[in-house]
């Protein structure tokens, strides 16, 4: 069966520090991997996402950049954190193909102060 | 833009009631639709998905029905139980590799 995992779960960082989240699936091959960050009481929203390795979408223009090195690696970076990156990151997988169900990691939740 | 919206923003049900919850999406182009429940401090999970080539979905529990005509969609939970009390969340695709998702329902269950 396939598992996704995060982490950390949870990182408090100072304003201007750099950030490397990371999220890998097992199980399953040329997933299609996703970021959303989820303020609190709020919806998801989509940061980026991969259809492969090397290839990234990015939906926002924001401080945050992101990279799949490999088939089932995906990881949300930052040079320098801002206030207003904290939040609730989530990754999220699909099996490679258009309309599928996506299927989310537990989740970090990030705290930048 | 498009958008996927939800009616009531907080649901309050006594338990082993039924609860609807609503959302209405304006996308033309959606065709796949998921609900998905979020527990405070998880992940989405997802509940159950219906294409719309289809007008009622049922599961264990839960049904979802697909009314294209007036694009809305909702997700029946039969005898709720304390343990659905949880942020639902809606979402559509068309084609393409994305997700939209609405803003979310809580559903609140009173013991």
């Known amino acids: 069966s396939q598992t996704i995992h995060q982490w950390p779960a949870t990182l408090v960082q100072p304003v201007g520090s750099p950030l490397s989240l990371e999220c890998t699936v097992e199980g399953t091959s040329n997933p299609n991997l996703y970021w959303y960050r989820q303020a609190a009481g709020r919806g998801l929203q989509l940061l980026f996402y991969?259809?492969?390795?090397?290839?990234i979408s990015s939906e926002v223009p924001q401080n945050l950049s992101a990279s799949r090195p490999q088939d089932r690696q995906f990881i949300l970076s930052s040079k320098k954190l801002l206030l207003s990156d904290s939040g609730f990151y989530l990754c999220?997988?699909?099996?490679?193909?258009?309309?599928?169900?996506?299927?989310f990691g537990p989740g970090t939740r990030l705290l930048v102060l | 833009g498009e958008s996927v919206g939800l009616h009531l923003p907080t649901l309050s049900v006594q338990e082993g009631d039924n609860s609807i919850i609503n959302c209405a999406y304006s996308?033309?182009?959606?065709?796949?639709f998921i609900w998905y429940k979020q527990e405070s401090g998880k992940g989405p999970q997802f509940i159950i998905d219906?294409?719309?080539?289809?007008d009622k979905r049922q599961g264990q529990r839960v049904t979802v029905l697909l009314n294209k005509t007036v694009k809305h969609l909702s997700l029946q939970i039969a005898a709720t139980q304390p343990g659905d009390s949880a942020v639902y969340f809606c979402?559509?695709?068309?084609?393409?590799?994305?997700?939209?998702f609405g803003s979310g329902t809580r559903l609140l269950v009173r013991p």
């Open positions: 979402s559509e695709a068309d084609s393409s590799y994305k997700l939209i």
């Open positions: 999220a997988w699909n099996p490679g193909t258009a309309q599928e169900t996506q299927y």
């Open positions: 219906i294409r719309s080539n289809m």
């Open positions: 991969s259809v492969g390795i090397g290839q």
């Open positions: 996308n033309s182009a959606s065709d796949y």
